[in-house]
């Protein structure tokens, strides 16, 4: 079992459309990140968290430490968030990634 | 300006041969790192140099032989290139070293080797 597990790992939604993906982990960590990786193959920060809630326009991430646990949710989605999304826990000197969701927003 | 850059986007060689890959970034971070990201798209960390100094090997074949000689540029040298290198190799930066702090990638080279 990894220790990053992302779900679901392929998701297609309808333009407007509320998205979560969620993200557990199974050990203790001193931050939590979430990635974007573009169908071009950029990748781009999101958000770092070790604690409650983000707000980035359009995004949202939130952390429960206790429960291990983090979930990534996209208000009004729209087709330019279609691309992938990677969560990433950093622990004890390592980053260990989740294995990513694939998000596909349609008009 | 690009804030972390990496050259060249794509590599193509041969089994056995040496190549490089620069990675140079203008933020000013103190941290710097190698990914891989293989066929099936995982990620996963190589190397981590803070300062010029190796913070992290995460059981990296000798082959791979990370360079910084300054702490804005992080190199990667691989030697006798085998087929399972290929993949995509990213750098990155952080200001914060701890906690991995906020990524900054660079667009990635895509190694390709034959």
């Known amino acids: 079992k990894n220790e990053v597990e992302q779900s679901p790992q392929n998701l297609t939604a309808q333009e407007g459309e509320f998205i979560t993906i969620n993200c557990s982990y199974s050990v203790g960590i001193s931050a939590l990140h979430w990635l974007q990786q573009h169908p071009g193959g950029g990748i781009v920060s999101l958000f770092m968290?070790?604690?409650g809630k983000k707000k980035h326009g359009r995004l949202i991430a939130t952390i429960n430490i206790q429960e291990k646990h983090s979930s990534l949710h996209i208000t009004a989605s729209h087709p330019r968030d279609s691309a992938v999304y990677i969560c990433?826990?950093?622990?004890?000197?390592?980053?260990?990634f989740g294995q990513g969701t694939i998000l596909t927003v349609h008009p | 300006d690009t804030a972390v850059s990496q050259t060249p986007k794509y590599l193509v060689t041969q089994m056995g041969n040496d190549k490089s890959i620069k990675c140079e970034q203008n933020?000013?971070?103190?941290?710097m790192y190698w990914y891989k990201q293989d066929s099936k798209k995982f990620l996963k960390i190589m190397f981590s140099y803070n300062n010029k100094e190796l913070i992290i090997n995460e059981t990296v074949p000798n082959r791979f032989s990370p360079k910084s000689p300054d702490k804005a540029h992080l190199n990667l040298h691989i030697n006798s290139l085998e087929l399972g290198d290929s993949a995509v190799y990213f750098c990155?930066?952080?200001?914060?070293?701890?906690?991995?702090?906020?990524?900054?990638f660079g667009p990635g080279t895509r190694l390709t080797v034959t």
């Open positions: 990155a930066s952080s200001q914060v070293q701890g906690t991995f702090g906020e990524q900054y």
């Open positions: 968290l070790s604690s």
């Open positions: 990433a826990v950093a622990s004890y000197g390592k980053l260990t």
């Open positions: 933020l000013g971070h103190d941290t």
